[in-house]
């Protein structure tokens, strides 16, 4: 299998965006479509049962409410995998996003990037998760997902320390 990426609305700016968008829906077992936006740029890509992913991107979201700098997750794909790389400054997320098309030794492609306030990130991203688990529900989504329960208390843990705005 092949990783299939899509790229909308290239252009980029120098401006930090103040709204990111994020989706993921399951489409197939152990298959999902993650869609990321930030005004300037779109990417969709996929999620297979090959990692957990919400799961990643939820321990990846708590590290960074923890107080580490950086944090990291990656979401493998047959072959290559996608890495998440987030860094912290102050109340500001950045989100950087390579495709490795083999191995993640070789220079990873950034295929997308953006900068929000930190809280509103964690809130895009948690926001989205919990949609999931709304339409799916534990057992439906392990059912779909097969070898990754869904991370219910990872999502609370994560949404409970979410400032208010």
């Known amino acids: 299998m092949e990783i299939h990426l899509l790229v909308v609305g290239c ?3 120098s401006r930090q965006a103040e709204r990111v968008e994020f989706s993921y829906r399951l489409v197939d077992t152990g298959w999902a479509h993650a869609r990321l936006a930030d005004g300037d740029t779109c990417v969709e890509l996929p999620a297979s049962y090959r990692s957990d992913a919400l799961s990643e991107l939820l321990t990846a979201l708590s590290a960074i409410q923890d107080g580490a700098d ?3 997750c990656t979401w493998r794909e047959e072959p290559g995998e996608y890495r998440w790389d987030f860094t912290h400054d102050t109340n500001r997320l950045k989100l950087e996003v390579r495709c490795y098309h083999r191995a993640p030794t070789e220079d990873g492609q950034v295929i997308f990037a ?3 306030r930190t809280a509103d990130m964690e809130h895009t991203f948690t926001a989205a998760i919990r949609q999931v688990l709304d339409q ?9 997902w097969l070898e990754h329960p869904f991370p219910t208390d990872l999502l609370a843990h994560v949404e409970a320390r979410i400032p208010n705005p």
């Open 70 to 72: 950086t944090a990291a």
């Open 114 to 116: 953006c900068e929000a």
């Open 136 to 144: 799916w529900g534990e057992a439906g989504y392990l059912a779909e």
């Open 11 to 13: 252009s980029r700016s």
